[in-house]
């Protein structure tokens, strides 16, 4: 599913026309953006959590020149899905 599929679906389920639904579901989108990007961590209930996962610093190679660098410690964004959800997609409703 695409972002344009995700407002048309949005738009029928709701009655609202698709330009509405495009700023809203871009809206949602920038807010989840800016919270991770100040650090804080996205819980939605019943759906799952969009969560910062902390990467320690580790020795990479770069075998093609046989050099050695350090990378340092860094957070990516991950998503975790709440159990509900989780157990619905497994029994696949």
């Known amino acids: 599913m695409t972002k344009a599929d995700l407002v048309s679906d949005i738009s ?4 609202i026309d698709k330009a509405t639904a495009l700023v809203a579901v871009e809206a949602f989108m920038e807010t989840i953006k800016e919270t991770m990007i100040s650090g804080e961590n996205v819980y939605l209930r019943g759906f799952g959590s969009f969560i ?3 990467r320690a610093t580790k020795t990479a190679r770069n075998i093609s020149k046989n050099t050695s660098l350090i990378v340092p410690e860094h957070n990516i964004p991950a998503f975790k899905p709440a159990k509900t959800f989780s157990a619905a997609v497994a029994e696949k409703k």
Not at 12 to 15: D, W
């Open 52 to 54: 910062l996962k902390k």
């Open 12 to 15: 029928l389920k709701t009655g």
